[in-house]
């Protein structure tokens, strides 16, 4: 079945080192998004990348979207406490009437001070 | 610029109760996901509505579960005669057109006593 996977399930870092989260997808996507959400919280949109092989920064965020359209990661440069939080991905499901959205199974970040 | 709200925020049911949860989508916003999420696990997709119409049901059970978004007033994720299982984070989000970027409420979280 269609699936996105995301890798790690967790990751604990010294605060101030680099994290790293990668989605995979069973099938090519129009889109994907990527989403933090906080402990107790819900989640917060991030970004929507689109193009084949896109990279967009968002401060010490940088985002890509594989080539192939298929697998995407998130990267964080010398993280910090406030990037506590699990981090999804999702894309847009169901072909060329894609409606329904599948999120990733999520990474956790958390962070030694 | 108010965005998605949820009510309740939390809500307590015995058994064999019935649950609404309502969903406020943001202003300008006429797509509507439902999502659920257990403790520290990914939102699971349930349905997607648009004003009036249901677009994909796909991922709601097809017993006890029911959502509508009428053309006035919020979207209503209706859960009849309540089971354990059914305790769980509900999350919606809104969208301006489809499958992009959505903006979560703060979920509404349902426990089954």
């Known amino acids: 079945g269609q699936q996105v996977m995301q890798i790690p399930q967790y990751q604990h870092v010294q605060e101030g080192e680099d994290f790293t989260t990668y989605c995979n997808s069973s099938?090519?996507?129009?889109?994907i998004q990527w989403y933090k959400q906080r402990p107790g919280g819900h989640p917060v949109f991030l970004i929507q990348l689109v193009k084949s092989g896109e990279v967009k920064k968002q401060k010490r965020l940088t985002f890509q979207f594989g080539e192939a359209k298929k697998n995407s990661s998130l990267h964080i440069t010398a993280t910090q406490t406030t990037d506590v939080g699990t981090y999804f991905c999702a894309g847009p499901w169901g072909g060329s009437s894609a409606s329904k959205i599948i999120f990733g199974s999520g990474t956790r970040l958390s962070i030694r001070p | 610029n108010a965005g998605v709200m949820q009510n309740p925020r939390h809500l307590v049911r015995r058994r064999g109760q019935e649950a609404r949860l309502r969903c406020s989508p943001m202003?300008?916003?006429?797509?509507v996901y439902w999502y659920r999420q257990l403790p520290e696990e990914g939102l699971k997709f349930m349905v997607y509505l648009q004003k009036e119409n249901i677009i994909d049901e796909s991922g709601m059970p097809k017993e006890r579960f029911s959502a509508e978004f009428p053309k006035e007033g919020p979207s209503i994720l209706r859960i009849q005669q309540v089971v354990r299982g059914d305790s769980a984070a509900y999350f919606c989000?809104?969208?301006?057109?489809?499958?992009?970027?959505?903006?979560f409420g703060p979920g509404t979280r349902l426990t089954v006593t």
């Open positions: 099938t090519t996507l129009s889109n």
């Open positions: 202003k300008g916003h006429s797509h």
């Open positions: 989000a809104s969208s301006p057109d489809g499958p992009y970027e959505q903006y």
